[in-house]
């Protein structure tokens, strides 16, 4: 009888070795998969970028650099803000950026004619122009035609988008305003300052700059056969020293939430 005892008890042990080497395996693989999991899900971009925007972008890409520094807790982003033509020039005459948008197309193909971008642009937003006035609009202005008699107007510069928009739009309604009753902006933020806080009694603003300000400004529509379509380019510049930060945050701004933001703040899709 011991024989038989002997035997069972050890095919018992060699049975307990198995299973606990077993256990201790899946264990071991269950572990390891949930460590690069976690690890997969908790990467982030990290790095230093400086991004060059137009100046009607300040209060868009502010929202968007927010929600993406959230994101990415290891990224520092700095905001540029500025005339995109002057921008272009900066970057073009040596002036550090990782990412640049602009208003326009055109500062944007100067860049890229000069291979300074790292790749081809993407447009990811359109704006259009409005007239802006004082409250209340006491200079009773309803159309174009009537920024010709009313007194100081403020327009940008004309090697700023909005400026040359401005030229534009007006050129199309056939309306002249003389150069003695026009004040123009660097940008145009200071364009629509000159309405809202100087004495200029009226401009043409981006839509999305005088939505920013509605409790300071009153607004008069620009005919859609009269207006324009600004296309707002983005891409990355080839001097980056951190490039899969910059494809990330320029990712991030052609992303949805990205994309919401926009929106919220009134540009037209692509």
């Known amino acids: ?28 693989t269950s572990s390891s998969s949930t460590t690069e999991s976690t690890a997969a899900t908790t990467s982030s971009a990290s790095g230093t970028i400086l991004v060059s925007a137009a100046a009607s972008l300040t209060d868009a890409f502010t929202t968007i650099t927010d929600d993406f520094v959230a994101a990415n807790p290891d990224a520092d982003v700095t905001l540029n803000f500025g005339s995109s033509g002057a921008l272009s020039t900066q970057i073009q005459e040596g002036a ?8 326009d197309t055109t500062p944007m193909t100067a860049l890229e004619d000069t291979g300074l971008l790292a790749g081809s642009p993407e447009i990811f937003a359109t704006n259009q ?25 403020t327009l940008c510069v004309d090697t700023a988008p909005c400026g040359k928009f401005a030229d534009q739009v007006l050129s199309t309604a056939g309306v002249t305003i003389p150069e003695s009753s026009i004040t123009r902006g660097t940008d145009v933020k200071s364009a629509l300052t000159a309405v809202s806080e100087g ?36 891409a990355v510049v080839t001097a980056t020293t951190s490039s899969e930060l910059a494809q990330a945050f320029l990712d991030h701004v052609l992303s949805d939430q990205g994309q919401a933001v926009l929106k919220d703040a009134g540009f037209l899709t692509p």
């Open 129 to 153: 122009l409005i007239i802006v006035t004082k409250p209340g609009n006491p200079a009773g202005i309803e159309s174009l035609a009537d920024l010709a008699t009313v007194g100081v107007i």
């Open 1 to 28: 009888m011991r024989k038989p005892l002997v035997l069972a008890l050890a095919m018992l042990s060699a049975l307990a070795f198995l299973v606990s080497g077993c256990s201790s395996d899946n264990d071991g």
């Open 199 to 234: 004495d200029a009694v009226a401009g043409i603003v981006y839509v999305t700059d005088a939505a920013a300000v509605a409790d300071r400004v009153d607004t008069v529509d620009i005919p859609e056969v009269e207006n324009v379509v600004a296309s707002y380019p983005i």
């Open 96 to 103: 550090p950026a990782d990412v640049a948008a602009f208003a």
